[in-house]
């Protein structure tokens, strides 16, 4: 893959990085707000095309990239100036490879760091809700409870349904609260996993420059080298 495709590879993992961070924000607010967008655009189809789109693109490129990558290997038994650049090709093919694959993670890690997010948020939403509704029936047993001691056996029959209806709502409670817990690990270990990713983008552009003037420097010398043979040329002469 040629070179020119690095920059705007580069470009796109900054972009999403700038909409993966916030979901990894304290604020839940932002955090929110930016993963309904992402599972707004899962459900949109002009916007599920473009990410579709891009993950095709992204796909091809790491695989010419690799086949660049594996053409530029067989030449290792270049010596001299040649060989340098070999080894030259051979890191810019490397640096593709890796912008490729980071975009590509990037993009299903995003959907799914957002899905979790708003699916917390929707259980501790219904976990709020069912806590007011299990208050509220137990104010209503302990109410019956005393109108059933008065009131004999109908109230008794009435207090046992409603006991009933409170264990039930008891037992979802609890099984909500496993689940948010499991989606509140699933979180953490998705942030780790961003972090990771956003220390190797940093790398990488470390890498990039050393890369781009790691070969600036070599076709400077090889330049400088043709010339001084020019010169002694024209000298002998």
């Not at 929110?32 to 095709?56: D, E, G, R």
């Amino acid at each position: 893959m040629d070179s020119i495709f690095q920059l705007p590879l580069f470009i796109l993992l900054c972009i999403q990085l700038i909409l993966v961070l916030p979901l990894l924000l304290p604020l839940r607010g932002v955090a929110l707000f930016f993963a309904s967008l992402i599972q707004w655009s899962k459900h949109n189809a002009a916007a599920n095309a473009v990410s579709l789109t891009l993950c095709f693109a992204l796909t091809g490129l790491f695989s010419s990239s690799c086949w660049e990558l594996m053409k530029v290997q067989t030449h290792q038994e270049i010596s001299g100036m040649r060989e340098t650049l070999v080894t030259i090709d051979t890191l810019r093919a490397q640096v593709s490879c890796a912008l490729c694959m980071l975009n590509l993670a990037l993009v299903f890690f995003s959907r799914a760091l957002a899905a979790a997010l708003c699916k917390e948020d929707k259980m501790s939403k219904n976990l709020e809700a069912m806590k007011r509704q299990t208050q509220g029936l137990q104010m209503e047993y302990a109410r019956l409870t005393k109108a059933g001691d008065k009131g004999g056996a109908a109230g008794s029959d009435e207090v046992q349904a409603l006991k009933a209806q409170v264990d039930k709502l008891i037992a979802q409670k609890e099984s909500l609260q496993a689940e948010s817990e499991k989606a509140r690990k699933s979180q953490a270990q998705a942030e780790a996993t961003a972090e990771a990713l956003k220390r190797q983008a940093g790398g990488l552009n470390t890498e990039y420059d050393r890369v781009v003037e790691a070969s600036a420097g070599v076709f400077l010398a090889f330049l400088e080298g043709k010339q001084g043979g020019s010169t002694q040329s024209m000298t002998a002469s």
